[in-house]
């Protein structure tokens, strides 16, 4: 079975961009997760989904920041404009509601993002 | 709330001896506790996970971690390191109730084995 699918694996833009970054789940799971990670801050949840509907996007740091999922097989985390400080591995994961009521998430390999 | 303490950022031992990797939590309801681990360039994957049945708990790759609620703690261990083993480990929490899938991250432990 395919895992969680992401893209682009890399992705390295100026200051001031729009970065799109790309995800498609695990067929069958109704919970989608994006998630940050950086050497300072670690991993950081950024929004997650429920049958496609955004549940909690407190960890989206600011507007510049969105992401949508306009169907059960496709998610888009978007930031325009893009700054350095974005750079970072940006991380897909998918769960089922059985097994997230447990918190089991199975993630993708991620987008490293570079913004010059 | 909730949170995770990894208590070693980085842990080197030489291959063939034991492996203990530490984790404390904090939660508020009866947690969900998970270890993964990520190899360079790679996503997470799930090593093991306890959901309050037995304390003991077996996981892939000849990995074992124990719940001890009294110590509020999660170690992880494993009898004798292979060099594949070599990765970051994270030790999650998962406080469950309105925090429903939404997970708390350890720093992560580095693991390093020599030969």
């Known amino acids: 079975d395919a895992g969680v699918i992401q893209s682009p694996r890399h992705e390295v833009t100026e200051m001031g961009q729009e970065v799109t970054l790309r995800c498609k789940p695990i067929s069958g799971h109704d919970y989608l997760f994006w998630y940050r990670q950086t050497m300072m801050r670690g991993l950081e949840l950024l929004i997650y989904?429920?049958?496609?509907?955004?549940?909690?996007d407190s960890g989206m740091p600011e507007d510049r920041f969105s992401a949508k999922m306009p169907n059960a097989s496709f998610s888009t985390l978007k930031i325009q404009p893009s700054e350095p400080r974005d750079s970072a591995v940006y991380f897909c994961?998918?769960?089922?509601?059985?097994?997230?009521?447990?918190?089991?998430?199975?993630f993708g390999e991620g987008s490293r993002l570079t913004v010059l | 709330a909730q949170s995770v303490t990894q208590l070693d950022s980085h842990v080197s031992v030489s291959e063939g001896t034991p492996v203990l990797l530490r984790c404390n939590y904090s939660s508020s309801y009866s947690p969900s506790l998970f270890w993964y681990v990520q190899h360079p360039n790679k996503g997470l994957q799930l090593l093991l996970k306890?959901?309050?049945?037995?304390?003991l708990v077996k996981g892939i790759n000849g990995f074992e971690a124990e719940f001890k609620k009294s110590e509020t703690s999660f170690h992880l261990t494993k009898p004798s390191a292979h060099m594949s083993d070599a990765a970051e480990y994270f030790c999650v929490v998962n406080a469950g109730g309105t925090s429903y899938g939404k997970l708390t991250f350890g720093q992560g432990t580095i693991l390093t084995v020599h030969p």
């Open positions: 989904f429920n049958n496609n509907v955004p549940i909690d």
């Open positions: 306890y959901t309050s049945a037995a304390t």
């Open positions: 994961a998918s769960s089922s509601g059985r097994t997230g009521s447990t918190g089991e998430l199975f």
